[in-house]
């Protein structure tokens, strides 16, 4: 018997994917549910060769569903939640909203996959930041070999993190600068086509945005409280697809060639690292694939025991969909869910 899954934001640009990948990757179901807010009642998204009608979230009973998957914001998971876990459903949630509760587990399965037992304490399990999820794919199996004291990360973020109307704004703006029209910045704070801007999320006290602290606490919760991480998040002008440059120090000596090959054999990973032209990732490379790639693997210098590296993963499949879906399989592979008896 397979499992009953909703999607929570199923015609947002993440839900959508968390369909596609779904089905890609054969996850057990034996139903599908598309669900969002009331404005969306009646639209279609896919599901394989099958076209669901999208239900509305406030009406619906999740009390012989298996999974929820939430892709709608932090406000309406903080509301939903807690209400759906309650009901015997298992909510894998892509927001912010509970990825800092002691008693919701943080997860990336190629990092911490034991953590993911805690789950029973309030039936939610978090699905990090974009940005943080393909950062500790990549230094998860340095860290083991190594141990990391310290990493700097400057994040190069595409506007598909800002959702739908950033991807529109970044069209919308080329173009007009194209044809000579007025350029309007809404989504975003300053003009986004033809620029980059150093401000992700709000502004915090200290002179870190948001985003930036969410990938030093969700590095510190999921692979080690220790590790001091200093992070800058630029929003750049490419649709799909975050960039990361990262300077780590070690507490062990390490070198490039040793971390190449650890890397070579790490899960989640590809490294594609030749010094030559083009002998390297880019965002473009990285849409539509699961991996997170790693290119320009070198020994810095500046520091004891140091490396630099360049990370890219498409942000909508590994930074959300795919990483929810892998949590999915996880609690499936470890005998954590069963399947719901449905009534005669």
């Not at 950062?135 to 083991?144: E, F, Q, W, Y």
């Not at 030093?216 to 998040?233: F, H, R, V």
């Not at 929003?235 to 697809?241: A, W």
Request: negative net charge.
């Amino acid at each position: 018997m397979g499992f009953k899954v909703a999607v929570v934001g199923a015609t947002g640009n993440v839900g959508r994917e968390m369909l596609n990948i779904l089905e890609e990757r054969g996850f057990p179901v034996d139903e599908v549910v598309a669900l969002a807010s009331r404005r969306s009642l009646g639209t279609e998204v896919s599901f394989g060769d099958k076209t669901l009608k999208v239900k509305v979230l406030d009406t619906y009973d999740f009390s012989d569903t298996d999974i929820a998957i939430m892709s709608a914001g932090g406000n309406i998971s903080k509301e939903w939640s807690p209400k759906i876990g309650k009901q015997g459903c298992v909510v894998i949630d892509n927001s912010s909203a509970f990825r800092y509760d002691q008693d919701v587990p943080l997860i990336v399965p190629e990092v911490n996959p034991d953590a993911i037992s805690g789950f029973s304490k309030k039936n939610i399990i978090a699905n990090p930041n974009c940005s943080t999820a393909q950062l500790v794919v990549a230094l998860k199996p340095l860290h083991d070999a190594a141990t990391i004291k310290r990493v700097v990360v400057s994040t190069y973020q595409s506007v598909s993190g800002a959702g739908k109307e950033g991807m529109d704004e970044l069209f919308t703006q080329t173009r007009a600068v194209f044809v000579a029209d007025p350029v309007e910045a809404k989504k975003f704070t300053k003009r986004i086509a033809f620029n980059v801007i150093p401000h992700i999320d709000v502004f915090m006290e200290d002179g870190y945005t948001k985003e930036e602290w969410k990938m030093m606490a969700e590095t510190k919760k999921m692979l080690d409280p220790k590790i001091k991480l200093t992070a800058t998040a630029v929003r750049v002008p490419v649709f799909i697809g975050h960039s990361e440059a990262v300077n780590i120090e070690f507490e062990k000596p390490i070198t490039a060639d040793e971390a190449r090959e650890i890397l070579r054999e790490a899960p989640g990973c590809l490294v594609i690292d030749k010094r030559e032209d083009g002998g390297y990732a880019t965002p473009l490379d990285s849409a539509g694939e699961d991996a997170t790639y790693i290119s320009r693997i070198r020994e810095d210098g500046t520091v004891e025991n140091g490396l630099a590296m360049w990370i890219v993963s498409d942000n909508l499949r590994k930074g959300a969909a795919l990483n929810a879906v892998q949590i999915a399989e996880l609690l499936v592979e470890r005998g954590l869910i069963t399947p719901k008896k449905k009534a005669a």
